[in-house]
């Protein structure tokens, strides 16, 4: 089955320790993101890969880190977390070319930064 | 600059009555649009997309959209709905010109509540 797998699902942690959320997807996809979702604003981009070990800034870069080592894979880092990104974090990908924007996501990791 | 509007954080419908879910979008080229719905505790699914051609874009579940180019609109419409349609429903664009590797830009979202 298509699909995209990250993980945790839920997690809860203190500002400073360093959380890494897991993304793999099995679709061969040469597209990945990051997004984070937060009440009334939508989704917001925080980091992409348009291929193995190209990575680039979306919208809300800061506090984050990413790397694309292999192409199913594309974890997300905080490296220390802090309150304000206590969120709702999808991890997406697609084919690319005129099929991206056709985005397959994961079911998403909820953070809470206490 | 690019961006997506969607005029109504919710949408209450009867089942069985049309529903239409309202985006407008602004962006430098000639815009890709999508919708995608969210279901509780899901991550988001893509519904249909606009690249070119018909303005009239069918997809999934029986629901379709209407590109109105003089508008900058692209709202997503069914014709009879069901209680099962109820979810979070995002719009989204991307601008073919814009070099950010195909990034999307989504609405803030519409919560679509269909009562039995």
């Known amino acids: 089955e298509a699909q995209v797998t990250q993980n945790p699902r839920y997690l809860i942690t203190v500002t400073g320790k360093k959380l890494t959320v897991t993304c793999s997807q099995n679709?061969?996809?040469?597209?990945m993101s990051w997004y984070r979702q937060d009440p009334g604003l939508g989704l917001r981009q925080i980091y992409y890969?348009?291929?193995?070990?190209?990575?680039d800034k979306g919208d809300v870069p800061e506090g984050y880190k990413v790397s694309r080592k292999e192409k199913r894979n594309f974890p997300l880092i905080l490296e220390s977390p802090s309150p304000n990104q206590t969120s709702l974090y999808f991890c997406?990908?697609?084919?690319?070319?005129?099929?991206?924007?056709?985005?397959?996501f994961g079911e998403g990791s909820r953070l809470t930064v206490l | 600059a690019q961006s997506v509007a969607q005029p109504e954080d919710q949408v209450n419908v009867a089942e069985g009555n049309p529903l239409t879910v309202k985006c407008t979008y602004s962006?430098?080229?000639?815009?890709?649009l999508f919708w995608y719905v969210q279901y509780p505790n899901r991550g988001l699914q893509f519904l249909l997309k606009?690249?070119?051609?018909?303005?009239l874009v069918k997809g999934s579940y029986g629901f379709e959209a209407e590109f109105n180019k003089s508008q900058t609109s692209f709202h997503l419409k069914k014709p009879s709905a069901l209680v099962s349609d109820s979810a979070l429903y995002f719009c989204?664009?991307?601008?073919?010109?814009?070099?950010?590797?195909?990034?999307?830009?989504f609405g803030q979202g519409t919560e679509l509540s269909v009562k039995p």
């Open positions: 997406a990908s697609s084919s690319g070319g005129r099929n991206t924007g056709e985005l397959f």
């Open positions: 679709m061969n996809h040469e597209y």
């Open positions: 890969s348009m291929n193995v070990e190209v990575t």
């Open positions: 962006v430098s080229g000639n815009p890709y």
């Open positions: 606009y690249i070119t051609g018909d303005n």
């Open positions: 989204a664009v991307r601008d073919i010109f814009y070099n950010q590797g195909g990034k999307l830009i």
